[in-house]
């Protein structure tokens, strides 16, 4: 290695390298921040492009949920979003180790390049200095050796002088003596300045400027290094996230295999099949014989019944797939009873009057015209925005009925859910007052009662919509296969009461039904009780543990935690005997395992 030192001649050169070498480092640091700019907008791109493509998020009833293909696509999105988190990890990196580290940096240097600068500036001007006195001395002592010569060569002059006087020789030999004196004090201080600046300018050559330029090369090469690792590290940043950007990669690839066509096609089938019979063999009528007809077989205003007026006209409405009339489904409410039949006579009821043809004329239409009619209409046909669509009811009777089935049972599994929350919340506010009644510092008893009287009201609320929705599925034809739920609660009293899943609806009549509830409410309780614990807690209070479903604990004591808090401020914990019990979960650290 070659120091600075063979280019002391060259000191502006060396400064203005070292300038130059600080610049490359800005535009370096310049030009990562460029592409960092790059990287954010690139994710915020694709990031806007998956969000814009993903759109909101559908609901899990919409049916193209369940296609693989939808969601493989999902995937897809998805893969693009985590593609673009990485591309903003890549910006964020470059930022962080080369950016603000080589910003930090090049301070450093600039401070360091600005003091041994500051060093060299001093000592060149010392040794000006020095140089300077030196020449001063040198002027002075040629200056007063002149004068000396002068003062010699008159006394010299003065003394030959016939007519100078002896005083006159003598002060003219006492002025040169002066003079030679003085020029020999000014010769000794000019040979000690040469002599300093001699020494000082060896130094400054020899000592104090090579240790200042290679403090520089050191400083120059440290910058050269630490620009090099700049540069390997804007490969590594990204070549980091290469293995992830891989995995987001096969991710899309693997969401693409996923893609099952064949499971498409069922799950379309399954989502949209109707249930309807298909349709039988027309019957052949034969208007020959009308002539030997008698006038009340061909007469309008006698028809034989109103089925008999739909087979006739069946040729023209007839619902897809549907080989007989829903007219006794489709005419009454769910729970209005069907019509009265006709005597044995054949009388007509009296519910058709006078006018027979135009009542069944109106109970055809009424069920008919909702209903696509046939598949060269659904051919013909055309969705206009002016067409009008059928009636969304409650019961789902405007629904074919093997979607009806599965709506009025998604419908049932809702409310089930729903009511099995009322109830759980039911039993913790049971829990609460019986504490607060047992103990009235903790709080005021009357204070839960808007909530229970609320939580009650939702729950025959919601019992009462589940009676419905049973009634309705059992016309349907459905198994009535609803989500049980638990429904003990603590009543006013603090004790437990137990209802039936279906309430006011259970039919009386199939007591072994409402025995196989209570016997699955206890093997729930016999579960819980081998719960494995997802915890522990140690208690911060002395809690009696008084009321029922409570258990007592001890300041310092450590407990197994088997139920978290469900927003009701109890936690059930257990002890090492296999004791359990609710306690407040504020009276109590809780530590719950990951």
């Known amino acids: 290695m ?11 050169i060396i400064e203005k390298h070292t300038q130059s070498g600080l610049e490359l480092v800005e535009k370096y640091v310049k030009f990562v921040k460029e592409r960092t700019e790059i990287e954010q907008n690139y994710a915020k791109q694709l990031r806007n492009l998956s969000k814009k493509y993903n759109g909101k998020r559908s609901s899990k009833d919409e049916p193209d949920c369940r296609l693989s293909s939808y969601q493989a696509f999902l995937d897809v999105l998805n893969e693009m979003n985590d593609y673009a988190g990485q591309r903003e990890l890549i910006a964020e990196n ?7 580290d080589l910003t930090k940096y090049l301070q450093e240097i600039k401070q360091e390049r600005k003091t041994y600068l500051m060093d060299a500036k001093k000592a060149q001007q010392n040794l000006e200095s020095t140089y300077k006195q030196l020449d001063s001395s040198k002027k002075r002592f040629e200056r007063e050796w002149r004068e000396a010569e002068r003062a010699a060569q008159y006394a010299e002059k003065t003394d030959q002088d016939i007519n100078a006087t002896k005083a006159d020789v003598e002060k003219a030999k006492q002025q040169a003596h002066m003079r030679a004196h003085v020029a020999e004090d000014c010769k000794n201080d000019y040979a000690a300045q040469l002599q300093k600046y001699n020494k000082e300018q060896n130094n400054f050559y020899f000592n104090e400027m090579p240790l200042i330029f290679n403090k520089l090369q050191d400083l120059d090469e440290r910058r050269v290094r630490k620009l090099g690792q700049g540069y390997i590290l804007f490969s590594d940043t990204e070549k980091q996230v290469m293995p992830i950007i891989g995995k987001c990669l096969e991710g899309i690839t693997k969401a693409g295999t996923s893609v ?8 379309i089938i399954e989502q949209n099949k109707s249930g309807f019979e298909r349709p039988g063999d027309l019957d052949f009528e034969d208007f020959s014989q009308a002539i030997n007809r008698t006038s009340s077989d061909t007469s309008l205003s006698t028809p034989k019944g109103p089925m008999d007026l739909l087979a006739k006209n069946r040729g023209k409405n007839f619902w897809l797939f549907s080989k007989r009339s829903k007219l006794a489904t489709s005419s009454f409410p769910p729970f209005s009873s069907p019509p009265a039949p006709s005597p044995a006579n054949g009388i007509p009821s009296p519910k058709f009057g006078r006018d027979t043809l135009s009542y069944c004329l109106k109970e ?40 009806r089935r599965k709506k009025l049972q998604h419908k049932l599994d809702e409310i089930s859910k729903e009511l099995q929350k ?3 919340q039911s039993e913790a506010l049971g829990k609460m007052k019986d504490v607060y009644e047992k103990n009235p510092q903790m709080g005021d008893p009357a204070s839960l009662a808007s909530q229970i009287t609320q939580t009650t009201q939702n729950i025959e609320r919601f019992r009462a919509q589940l009676g419905k929705y049973e009634t309705w599925l059992a016309e349907a034809g459905g198994r009535g296969d609803t989500l049980r739920y638990k429904s003990h609660a603590f009543n006013n009293n603090g004790s437990h009461d137990i209802h039936s899943p279906d309430g006011a609806h259970s039919d009386e009549s199939t007591p072994d039904t409402s025995q196989a509830i209570y016997a699955e409410f206890d093997d729930d ?6 719960t494995a614990p997802i915890g522990t807690c140690t208690a911060m209070y002395n809690f009696p543990g008084a009321s029922e479903g409570t258990i007592s ?20 914990v257990r002890r090492n005997n296999g004791d359990e019990g609710y306690i407040p979960t504020s009276y109590a650290t809780i530590t719950l395992f990951k």
């Open 2 to 12: 070659l120091p600075f030192v063979v280019l002391q001649d060259q000191y502006d």
């Open 94 to 100: 470059m930022m962080m180790n080369i950016c603000i």
């Open 260 to 267: 099952n066509e064949r499971n498409d096609s069922m799950v």
């Open 364 to 403: 055809i239409n009424k069920t008919v015209k909702p209903r696509i009619s046939s598949f060269r209409t659904l051919r013909r046909s055309k969705f206009t925005p002016d067409k009008v669509m059928p009636t969304v009811t409650e019961d789902f009777t405007h629904l074919p009925p093997e979607q």
């Open 422 to 424: 009322e109830v759980d």
């Open 525 to 530: 309780f016999e579960d819980e009780e081998l």
């Open 553 to 572: 604990m001890q300041e310092g004591e450590e407990l197994e935690v088997v139920e978290g808090d469900k927003g009701d401020g109890w936690t059930r």
